[in-house]
């Protein structure tokens, strides 16, 4: 079959019909003057057709490469327009969603745990998604980061700011891929710190109550006389001044009573780093009171210290 029957002049001049230039390859121009490449095909016995471009974006050697590499696929029994589907979508520029979902699964691993990744989730899609989730990551805009943020600002502020470091981080993700250019209008310093105000002037920071310093000795004394695995934990908490979880989730074999030490392996703590704990006269006493059930390596199995227990409500 001859090929090559077109030339550029023909291909830019042609009216309304069908244009052929051979092998399959035909420039159709409608009644408008709207032209695009077809490529007519054979395989697997059945005839098919695909589109190659709209015309003058694709010229006359680019739909006769793609002609000629599309007919050897279909000749080595790969379907064209497959091949052609899937290159776009390698090339096309993912969602912010997609972005998103492929940052958290490649940070994951490193977060402390399970519960972080879930808050990630759920404030994007909460906040983010409605607004930019379908958009192309690089059309992102300092436009979209406040209508995101403003509604929630001065309302939510703690988790507006969560909001806007998680999606900066997203959006840097994205450059670091090459989908957006590396302006970061998600970016605190220097940019949304001049047209939003800082968080500390919006909601005033106010911490937790403390117990009165006169009535400190007579909670001890009556959480001592309680025999509980909790109240244990509690008076363990107090006397090492540690976290909650440290305390809950510790080990029979990191404690050292004969050195007076306790020491917390890297993967429990916060900074990741191991942390060699003193333990006072008033610490060991009570490890050296408490059982240690065969089988189980907690030193206060089964116990919970939460908001809802009354001697936990009573110390906060």
């Avoid at 989730?133 to 995101?148: A, C, F, N, R």
Wanted: aromatic share 8%.
């Amino acid at each position: 079959m001859a090929i090559h029957k077109l030339s550029p002049r023909k291909a830019a001049t042609a009216g309304p019909g069908k244009h052929e230039d051979g092998g399959g390859l035909r420039l159709v121009v409608s009644e408008g003057g709207a032209k695009k490449w077809v490529l007519r095909f054979t395989f697997k016995g059945k005839r098919r057709e695909m589109g190659l471009g709209s015309f003058p974006d694709t010229g006359l050697a680019d739909a006769r490469r793609k002609a000629e590499n599309f007919r050897k696929l279909a000749k080595d029994g790969v379907d064209p327009i497959n091949a052609r589907d899937l290159e776009k979508q390698q090339y096309s520029t993912p969602t912010f969603t997609s972005c998103a979902a492929r940052y958290i699964k490649s940070h994951r691993h490193s977060w402390r745990n399970a519960k972080h990744a879930r808050q990630w989730v759920s404030t994007l899609k909460t906040y983010a998604r409605p607004v930019i989730g379908k958009m192309p990551v690089d059309e992102v805009d300092t436009h979209h980061l406040l209508t995101i943020l403003e509604p929630i600002w001065k309302t939510k502020t703690e988790t507006a700011k969560r909001v806007q470091g998680r999606i900066e981080n997203v959006l840097d993700f994205a450059s670091a891929h090459k989908y957006r250019d590396e302006a970061n209008p998600a970016r605190w310093r220097g940019h949304l710190d001049k047209l939003l105000p800082k968080p500390s002037r919006v909601k005033e920071i106010s911490h937790l109550p403390a117990m009165p310093y006169d009535e400190v000795s007579s909670f001890i004394a009556e959480m001592q006389r309680l025999t509980s695995i909790s109240s244990k934990a509690l008076q363990f908490l107090i006397l090492t001044a540690t976290r909650t979880s440290e305390v809950l989730n510790a080990e029979w074999h990191e404690i050292d009573l004969a050195k007076a030490t306790w020491t917390v392996p890297a993967e429990r703590m916060k900074a990741r780093r191991e942390h060699r704990v003193p333990l006072s006269t008033q610490a060991v006493e009570l490890l050296s009171s408490l059982p240690q059930v065969q089988g189980n390596q907690f030193i206060f199995p089964g116990a919970g210290i939460s908001d809802h227990s009354p001697i936990w409500r009573c110390f906060s």
